[in-house]
């Protein structure tokens, strides 16, 4: 069982950046793949970046490729996304999420969810 609880959202004008942050509880977070998603009002939530249980190997949607980066810690038990430049079509909700899978870019690839933070970024 893997508990995750996300943080860092906020209001951002467009152009700015932030970090969330994904706090796991257990002792098997090394073992888990860590992901990121996003859902906006009135569309489905969708991948937005991938990383391995080493963290050697990271993979995102097109859309945020360049702008964002997934790393891990897993000393810390933490799986943060940094987001720059960011556009206000990246306003959604952003959940962290766990699997065991390898290159997992589906949401129902994911087993464990967090409850995910706000961000909006203003124009």
């Known amino acids: 069982q893997v508990q995750l609880v996300e943080s860092g959202g906020g209001l951002v004008q467009a152009g700015g950046s932030l970090r969330l942050s994904c706090a796991a509880s257990?002792?098997?977070?090394?073992?888990?793949?860590m992901g990121w998603f996003r859902q906006a009002p009135g569309k489905e939530r969708e991948f937005v970046a991938h990383i391995s249980r080493s963290g050697i190997s990271t993979y995102y949607a097109d859309s945020v490729k360049g702008r964002f980066t997934i790393s891990r810690d897993n000393a810390k038990n933490t799986a943060d996304l940094q987001m720059n430049s960011l556009k206000p079509e990246d306003t959604a909700v952003y959940y962290c999420?766990?699997?065991?899978?390898?290159?997992?870019?589906?949401?129902?690839?994911?087993?464990?969810w967090g409850q995910g933070t706000q961000v909006t970024v203003s124009s």
């Open positions: 257990g002792r098997t977070f090394s073992s888990y793949a």
């Open positions: 999420a766990a699997t065991l899978k390898f290159r997992a870019t589906h949401r129902s690839e994911y087993d464990y």
